[in-house]
């Protein structure tokens, strides 16, 4: 806990550096944006990652809802500020910018929003193929560049061959490359952003109603004491009973509340239930059936072409000879076959007297 703190600290002292010096303009676009200055954008989301995933105490108290809340709100402007400036220097590619689009609108048709979701889950995994090939380049230049450092003491002919080699092996990154590499983990930061936002912002509304029951159940007390119709702690027990009251009344007012919510849940359970249609619900429209359905006769096409294509070709690389052949050990085989399985063979049942 005390090193996420620090690390979160640390990310606040770096965006105010980063301001200080003025490192981005909202002046400037991503003609102006310096390959060496692009890894400072992702540290808000850094700060709003680790901030989404800080823990809350559990120790029963009743300020858990709020301190979580109070985390989320510190989230919630980090990821508008990442995506803003991902959006002002053009990095958040054309699913993101269509994705901060639906988020800033509100409500998305449920087909749009799965559909955003398959096409950002195949985004996702192009933009991490290549940034795993880009970094194993890196990694694999970076070895050579050590391997030529320890044997530069060597003659100057193998100092030199192994130069080569690791120009023709690729090499550092060059500058087009180097940005191009911050350019796709930008992307892919900002995919990821636009997720954790939709949920911390769902989160949020949950923890402001759960924070506002637990403000009004710390305002309105304990309940009754329990101790009224008891006779108080006797002289030897040294006041002991106090702190064990306060702990059964905090404990019966937990328990009232979780009464209430079973019961408002019964009822709107019931309340489904009355209106709940008789039979299974379609899980997909009849367009989308259609489409399976289509999809699934394009391959069975696409196959049975490339089998007689197969075929084809197969009968094309035969001689006359070998082809005759081949036709007359199919025409016995047919033969045999009627042979062995005369006219009516095997309707029998079908027939009582026969």
Known sequence: MCSLIGAITLLLRTESAIESFGVFSANEDKDDLATGDMKYLLVPFYRASLLSAAPVPTDGGSGASAARLAAVNRAL???????????????????????????????????ARRNFKVEKFKRERALNGALGALEARRAAAAAQEDEASSSASASTAAAASSAGAGVGGGGPLDEEDE???????????ALQALDLQAALRQEAELLQHAAAREAAAAAAGPGPSSSAGRPGPSAGSGGLDGPDDVAKAALLARLRDICRDLDGNRKEQMRRDVFKPGHILP??????????????????EERQRRQEEKERARRAALDSDEEDAEDKAQQRARDDWRDAHPRGYGNSKLRPCG
């Open 77 to 111: 402007p980090a990821l508008g500020a990442f995506l803003q400036r991902c959006e002002q220097y053009g990095l958040l590619g054309a699913l993101g910018s269509s994705g901060l689009e639906v988020a800033m609108g509100g409500a998305v048709d449920p087909t």
């Open 179 to 189: 940005r191009q590499l911050w350019t796709w983990r930008l992307e892919l930061a």
């Open 283 to 300: 899980t997909m429209t009849v367009e989308e059936a259609g489409e399976i359905e289509h999809r699934e006769a394009m391959e069975r």
